[in-house]
């Protein structure tokens, strides 16, 4: 999905998230003890590209979480143990990352030092030849900018301005619509934080009309992947605004989408994004499609189910529902049909990928011996 890697910022503050399930003891909620929360390491080697992409993951992950020089040490280890020129998508995978965490250790500046270290950051960002690279960078770095509280609003306004630019430089095979899409799901992330401010600050009237260019956002996606990711990102700014009626509204819009792609992988992908943007991995709605989800997969095997399950097991440990992310781990794991290569990724990004969905809502709910308790797993698996 597109945004910052990790979307639960001022757009998910109303949802029904980690929080707000363990607050309501829904079944299966972040209320668990420690044995929950284990996991078993991989018993065997996983190519070092496919560790670099998921260190940059992990870089991510610590990033958001305050943890900035820690990630980038991460983030170095991985560029120094893989061949940047054989291993191009990791190596920039990782770097991807490494700018990210930048602008994540922006919020710790004041108002002026942060704007200039936003400076020296965009010009890092314009220097990447490839325009899709940067487009998606500048709309990712705009979004977590937009959630610095001291950082203005033209800042983050400006780099997706100059992502708009690089937009239009895009070429190749679809890849201008996906690039457009994603631009458009990084500029109502940046929206849906404004708005979160703007009602936090009493500034309704402004709040509303800022809601108004999300919709808009909407209606003109160029495809079904944007526009669900859309819908999703509006559930939260209708929330924000108190409008529960529409935002029941563009939920059941997202998962109606969803429902209609035909592809078990692409649907599980798109559920996961949903669940993401919306912070809705404990309504009934989503719940039911993962279900009707896993009925489908049940006669097939090989990697497409793994990974399909895989984004289910992640969409519940990032919701606050480990008990429910462990049956689909369970379910992921026992998939046949796959390599003995194929079952080494698979059991690793399905540890990784969950344990630090399962971090960041730990860390959210202020558990924050747990939350390190499972980075360190996590980073014991990478190094």
Known sequence: AGGAGAVAGAAGAAGAGPAGAAAAGVP???AVGAGQLAGAAPAVDVPKPTKAVLTAEFGNALSEMGQVSRAREALKAALASIDPVANAAAAAAVRRSDLQSQAWALQRLDAIRGRDGAIDLKDKIVAIADPAERAQLLGSVAVILSRHPQMPTEVSRAFLSLASDSVKSVTGPGQPNAALGDLAVSMAEVFASEIGARVKAGAW???KTTAVQVEE????APDAWSQVRLYAVDHQV???LGNNDKAVQSLDAALALAGKNANPLERAAWLRAIAQLADAASREQLQ???????SQLEPKSGPEKAQALTHIAVLYAAGGLPVKSEQFRQLARSTAGLSPADSAVLHTELIIRSDLAMAKMLQGLGRYADAEAVLQRVGSYLF
Do not use: E
């Open 28 to 30: 299966g909620s972040a």
């Open 205 to 207: 009237a402004k709040a």
């Open 217 to 220: 956002l909407v209606k003109q």
């Open 238 to 240: 209708q929330q924000l």
């Open 288 to 294: 039911t499609m993962t279900t009707s989800l896993q």
